[in-house]
T-cell receptor, first 113, second 112 residues
Framework: LAKTTQPISMDSYEGQEVNITCSHNNIATNDYITWYQQFPSQGPRFIIQGYKTKVTNEVASLFIPADRKSSTLSLPRVSLSDTAVYYCLVGVGISGGYNKLIFGAGTRLAVHP | NAGVTQTPKFRILKIGQSMTLQCTQDMNHNYMYWYRQDPGMGLKLIYYSVGAGITDKGEVPNGYNVSRSTTEDFPLRLELAAPSQTSVYFC???????????FGPGTRLTVL
């Protein structure tokens, strides 16, 4: 089981770039890295998924170094609406193991005016 | 396309009562999941299903049961409610393993 470690909380200001790093030292060869976002009183929402190097979509970028033991979610120019909890998940890929799918406590991002 | 829907939104149970949390998805997804989220914590997987007629335990299955008779529906059954089951319950679905999970709005359950 690839355990993930991420900061409990982060603070930022509107317009800044936010980088949230997740550590996953025991990641398996077939594991993907996935990030979800959760607003209060809502279910989580998929943000981005990657296997290696860099992935970018319309809302975020995901940087994964060659050893894949960590990953960094990058949110460009955050706004107040990006205030949420961000979860890093590992092990949701082709290797399966859904009985071990664990979200963890996530990182609480607070964006200030 | 409603996505994943859950009923009820809120429920208060007395200790020892039973209830079923309903979950329906209209995306023709094979995989469905039930999670619980305690205050300030992450989500924990209770049960999951990879298709109609197939279910398996997740991280915290004790006190719960599930069934999957159709692709669309994945109800979660609490037989003897306990205060420890006070939580927010989320249902989710995905096309297959490794694919994006779509979550419902959640059911807030209180057991007194």
């Amino acid at each position: 089981l690839a355990k993930t470690t991420q900061p409990i909380s982060m603070d930022s200001y509107e317009g800044q770039e936010v980088n949230i790093t997740c550590s996953h030292n025991n990641i398996a060869t077939n594991d993907y890295i996935t990030w979800y976002q959760q607003f209060p009183s809502q279910g989580p929402r998929f943000i981005i998924q990657g296997y290696k190097t860099k992935v970018t979509n319309e809302v975020a970028s995901l940087f994964i170094p060659a050893d894949r033991k960590s990953s960094t979610l990058s949110l460009p120019r955050v706004s107040l609406s990006d205030t949420a909890v961000y979860y890093c998940l590992v092990g949701v890929g082709i290797s399966g193991g859904y009985n071990k799918l664990i979200f963890g406590a996530g990182t609480r991002l607070a964006v200030h005016p | 396309n409603a996505g994943v829907t859950q009923t009820p939104k809120f429920r208060i149970l007395k200790i020892g009562q039973s209830m079923t949390l309903q979950c329906t998805q209209d995306m023709n997804h094979n995989y469905m999941y039930w999670y619980r989220q305690d205050p300030g914590m992450g989500l924990k997987l209770i049960y999951y299903s990879v298709g109609a007629g197939i279910t398996d335990k997740g991280e915290v299955p004790n006190g719960y049961n599930v069934s999957r008779s159709t692709t669309e529906d994945f109800p979660l059954r609490l037989e003897l409610a306990a205060p420890s089951q006070t939580s927010v319950y989320f249902c989710a679905s995905s096309y297959s393993q490794g694919y994006e999970q779509f979550f419902g709005p959640g059911t807030r359950l209180t057991v007194l």
